[in-house]
C-alpha cells in the first residue's frame, strides 16, 4: 500500500485513485483511475472525449507536462454546412453562451493521454486501472446534490438528442434529469471502458471507434477525418517556472494560454508588498482585481493568442509600473490531485468543455465542443489555425516551497481558471493560509469590466469597492463559476493533507492513514 493523498471533484473519482493506491499503484496508478472514474461519476465535466494535461513530478525527478488536450482538426469544412449552434447555460446570477453540435468537436486526446500516462509513469497494467470505473459504471452513481446541479445548468445540451438525455434521465419519471439519491448505471459505458482496456488507445485512434466517428461526422455536419485521429500525439512538455516570493511555481507552457498568463499576473502582483494580515480587506481584493485587469489589458494590447512569453519588455514595463503605481485602499472541467510520501506528485485537469450534444455510437461517451468554447476562440468561432493543439486556459500547477515541501493544485472553471489558482496562490504564499483556508476563501474574478465578488463580503469593504469599480456583480451565494481547486500537499516532513472545493463537490481521501 503506498500513503498518499487524494482531492478531487466526487467521493468516487477519489475511491478509484485510492483503490489503486491500496493495491500498489503509486499517485499516478491513482490519476489514471481517477481520470477515467471522473467520467463515469462526474459525467458532465469529464469524459473520454475531451482533452486535458496531466504536471507530474516523479520522485526526485523534475516535474513535466504531459499534454493531451484536444487538437484543431486539419482541414476546416465549409461553415455553411457545419452542425454548429448556441445554447445558454444558467449559473444562477448570470448566464454564459457556448456552442455545440459535431462542428464543435475538436480531435479528442483523453484516451491517448490516459495510455500515454499509464505507459510510462504507472506501475500497474492498464486494466487494472480502468477496473474502478467499469465496476462504478456497471453498477450505477448515486446522483449527488452537486452533480445534479451541473446537470440544471446545461441541461439545454442534455436535451439536445433524445439518447443524451436518457444517460441522465431519472427511472421513475424518464421526462425529467434524475434527482439527487437516485442511481443511474451506465452499461454502454461500462461496455467501453471493458473495450479500451482490451484493445487500448488504437480503438478510438484508427479503428472501430474512429470509424464511426469520422462518418458521422462526414455526414452530419463535423470537421474530423480519420487522419486526425491517427496522427494525434501526446506531447511532453517542460512546465513554466516562474519565483513569486520564496517560493517556485511550475506552470502549463505555451502553447496554452493559461500558465503564461497566470505568470503574467504574478509578475504584477509582485509589484506590490503583500499584508499578511489582509485577506477580505478591500485593499488585498482591489490589489487582486487590479492584476487581474491589467493582465487582461495587457493580453489584449499585445494581441496574445498563443505564447506570451516573449512580449515587449518595455510594453510589460509599462504594465508593472501601473501595478505599482495603482491606487490602494487602507465551465465542462474537473480537477484531480495527487501526492504519495514516495513524492509522486500529480495534477490533472481534464475537460469535456460542455459537450458537443454528440454521444460515440454505442459507447455512451460525449464528444467535446472545444471549438465552440469562446474563450479558446479568441479571434471568432471557424477562425482556428489548422492542425493545431489548442491554447487551453487549464493550468494544472505544481509549488515548490521553500521550507522544502510541495503544494499540488489547478482548477476547473473555463475562463475563471487562472483567477481561481490565482487566488489559491496568493492565500498559500502571500497571506500563510493553511491549504483548507486558501481554497475555501471566498473569490473574486474581473472580466469584461464587471468584478465578480462572491460572498461572504463584509459591508464595509463592498461600498469602498464600489467607489473604485464602477460594474460589480455580488454574487447571492458560492458557486461552481468560480472554480474547484481541489488541492494536496506533501509537507517537506512527508506529512500530507488535501483541500476539496466545496464549489465543485470536492473531497479528500487518505490512503495508508
Not at 477519489?14 to 459525467?43: H, K, M, Q, S
Not at 504536471?55 to 525527478?61: D, K, L, N, S, T
Not at 450534444?357 to 482556428?384: A, K, Q, R, V
Request: glycine share 12%; net charge negative; charged share 20%.
Amino acid at each position: 500500500m503506498t500513503r498518499a493523498i487524494i482531492a478531487a471533484g466526487h467521493a468516487e473519482t477519489a475511491e478509484a485513485a485510492a483503490r489503486v493506491l491500496r493495491d500498489g499503484g503509486n499517485a499516478f496508478d491513482g490519476i489514471v483511475a481517477a481520470l477515467a472514474a471522473a467520467c463515469v461519476a462526474e459525467p458532465v465535466l469529464a469524459s473520454l472525449g475531451g482533452g486535458g494535461f496531466l504536471h507530474a513530478r516523479p520522485a526526485g525527478g523534475e516535474p513535466v507536462l504531459y499534454d493531451f488536450f484536444t487538437q484543431t482538426p486539419r482541414h476546416k469544412q465549409p461553415t455553411q454546412s457545419l452542425d454548429f449552434y448556441p445554447i445558454i447555460a444558467d449559473f444562477g446570477d448570470t448566464h454564459q453562451e457556448f456552442h455545440i453540435g459535431l462542428g464543435a468537436m475538436a480531435t479528442p486526446g483523453a484516451v491517448a493521454g490516459l495510455f500515454e500516462i499509464q505507459r510510462t509513469l504507472c506501475r500497474l497494467p492498464a486494466a487494472d486501472l480502468l477496473a474502478p470505473a467499469q465496476a462504478m459504471a456497471r453498477r450505477g452513481v448515486v446522483i449527488n446534490a452537486f452533480q445534479h446541479r451541473i446537470t440544471r445548468i446545461v441541461e439545454p445540451i442534455l436535451r439536445a438528442r433524445p439518447d443524451i438525455f436518457a444517460l441522465h434521465a431519472s427511472r421513475s419519471d424518464p421526462l425529467q434529469l434524475a434527482r439527487p439519491g437516485e442511481r443511474i448505471p451506465q452499461p454502454e459505458l461500462a461496455a467501453a471502458l471493458g473495450d479500451l482496456a482490451e484493445r487500448g488507445p488504437e480503438l478510438l485512434h484508427g479503428g472501430a471507434w474512429g470509424r464511426r466517428l469520422v462518418a458521422d461526422c462526414a455526414a452530419h455536419g463535423g470537421h474530423l477525418s480519420e487522419q486526425d485521429l491517427r496522427t494525434y500525439r501526446v506531447e511532453r512538455r517542460k512546465p513554466l517556472a516562474a519565483g513569486y516570493h520564496d517560493a517556485t511555481l511550475y506552470f502549463n507552457p505555451p502553447p496554452s494560454v493559461g500558465g503564461p498568463l497566470l505568470g503574467l499576473t504574478l509578475d504584477l502582483l509582485a509589484q506590490r508588498v503583500p499584508d499578511r494580515a489582509g485577506f477580505g480587506h478591500a485593499e488585498h481584493r482591489h490589489w487582486l482585481a487590479s492584476a487581474m485587469r491589467l493582465t487582461q489589458e495587457l493580453r489584449a494590447e499585445a494581441g496574445i493568442n498563443g505564447d506570451p512569453t516573449g512580449l515587449d519588455p518595455a510594453l510589460l514595463a509599462r504594465y508593472r509600473a501601473a501595478m505599482r503605481d495603482h491606487w490602494t485602499v487602507s465551465r465542462g472541467t474537473t480537477q484531480i490531485s495527487i501526492a504519495d510520501t514516495h513524492g509522486n506528485l500529480a495534477s490533472l485537469t481534464l475537460s469535456n468543455g460542455e459537450g458537443a450534444g454528440y454521444l460515440l455510437p454505442g459507447t455512451g461517451i460525449m464528444m467535446n465542443n472545444m471549438l465552440g468554447e469562446e474563450d479558446l476562440s479568441p479571434g471568432g468561432f471557424h477562425s482556428w489555425p489548422e492542425d493545431s493543439r489548442i491554447g487551453s486556459m487549464m493550468c494544472p500547477t505544481l509549488i515548490a516551497h521553500a521550507h522544502g515541501g510541495w503544494t499540488v493544485t489547478g482548477s476547473s472553471g473555463s475562463n475563471r481558471i487562472r483567477s481561481a489558482i490565482l487566488q489559491v496562490l496568493t492565500n498559500l504564499i502571500d497571506l500563510d493560509m493553511p491549504l483548507a483556508d486558501a481554497v475555501d476563501a471566498p473569490r473574486i474574478h474581473y472580466e469584461n469590466g464587471i468584478l465578480n465578488i462572491e460572498p461572504p463580503c463584509d459591508a464595509a469593504v463592498m461600498e469602498v469597492l464600489r467607489r473604485n469599480w464602477p460594474n460589480i456583480l455580488a454574487w447571492s451565494e458560492r458557486s461552481v463559476f468560480f472554480g474547484g481547486a481541489h488541492s494536496v500537499r506533501l509537507g517537506a516532513d512527508g506529512t500530507l493533507e488535501g483541500a476539496g472545493d466545496g464549489r465543485r463537490g470536492g473531497v479528500v481521501e487518505r490512503v495508508g492513514h
